[in-house]
């Protein structure tokens, strides 16, 4: 059975710097488009960032510039730097394969950022 385990989150101040990490178990993650996801209180899930196998990437506008996701395929492991962070980036982080499926939905790793 395949799982994701997110980690890495934490509470950080406006302009800090975090690095998230999703350890895949498995055979899906090498080749498979992964994907980080974000849910902010009271709101709808929403993509962030997706890498391909090819490690093409695609950014939601909210994050372009400031976010970076990557992959090591050797070690099974997606990766979401996020510098310049904001309060409004405050929420629950998770990583899926893209397009999401809702079997691999793990516990995610909750961000917050104070102003």
């Known amino acids: 059975q395949v799982q994701l385990v997110e980690s890495g989150g934490g509470l950080v101040q406006a302009g800090g710097s975090l690095r998230l990490s999703c350890a895949a178990s498995?055979?899906?993650?090498?080749?498979?488009?992964m994907g980080w996801y974000r849910q902010a209180p009271g709101k709808q899930r929403e993509l962030v960032a997706f890498?391909?196998?090819?490690?093409?990437?695609n950014y939601a506008a909210s994050v372009k510039g400031r976010f970076t996701i990557s992959r090591d395929n050797a070690k099974n492991t997606v990766y979401l730097q996020m510098n310049s962070l904001k309060p409004e980036d405050t929420a629950v982080y998770y990583c899926n394969r893209y397009p999401p499926d809702n079997a691999y939905w793990g516990q995610g790793t909750q961000v917050t950022v104070s102003s």
């Open positions: 498995g055979s899906i993650f090498s080749i498979n488009t």
């Open positions: 890498i391909s196998s090819g490690r093409r990437t």
